[in-house]
């Protein structure tokens, strides 16, 4: 399985619990499962844990809730991206905390 269909379920349920039903879509992408708003990318589930895209105006503030870290699939981080560990997906504060962010930033890019 390349990503944990519970962490997606706790994903999903806290965008739903944010922001409602309307606009959020899905997608699967980079072996896992992302979650789009207007088409812009929010979050998402992968093998080991998940991903945020925060945009680099909040990366800092993203950054010191414990369990994110710089995103990099490729060994080279990607600005305005966190990874999420296994451990703050299953705290619901800190899963709210930087979902929050995800959707600021998605929130202010113009419709796809």
Known sequence: ???DEGHATLMREELYN???HNNITEKKMFGGLCFLLNGHMVCGVHKDGGMARIG???EAEALRIEGTAPLSFTGRPMGGMVDLSEDLLEDD???AAVLRLALKNAQSLPPK
Request: aromatic share 8%; net charge positive.
């Open 56 to 58: 680099k105006s909040r």
């Open 93 to 95: 504060s800190r899963r």
């Open 1 to 3: 399985m390349a990503y």
């Open 18 to 20: 944010i922001i409602g």
